[in-house]
């Protein structure tokens, strides 16, 4: 019965240094979720906010939806594009994902 117990306290003893192991795996785990996902799209998305900031008068731009034309008229948070000869759209500011030359 002794041994029993002698036993069990050996592996409570061992148990204990576990706690140190999880703690730094999920401080890895976070740290790979970082690098991977959060960061990257944290640059995306100040990309888009000073690609969106810097739209100008008569810029060829691309829409979300894949509509094509140039800008003719730039407001606080909306922008006129012409898609064809005299055909006027409205659309949001953010709506824009490429400025093409």
């Keep these: ?16 240094g576990g706690g140190y192991q999880g703690i730094i795996m999920l401080v890895a785990m976070f740290a790979i979720f970082y690098f991977l996902l959060i960061r990257p799209q944290q640059k995306r998305a100040k990309q888009h906010r000073e690609l969106v900031s810097n ?9 979300a939806g894949g509509l094509h ?5 730039v407001e606080d948070s909306v922008v006129t594009m012409e898609i064809a ?17």
């Design 1 to 16: 019965m002794i041994s029993e117990a002698y036993a069990m306290a050996e592996g409570a003893a061992q148990g204990q």
């Design 55 to 63: 739209l100008k008068t008569g810029d060829l731009v691309v829409s």
């Design 69 to 73: 034309g140039k800008i003719t008229s």
């Design 85 to 101: 000869n005299g055909v006027k759209i409205k659309m949001n500011r953010a709506s824009v994902t490429e400025v093409r030359q």
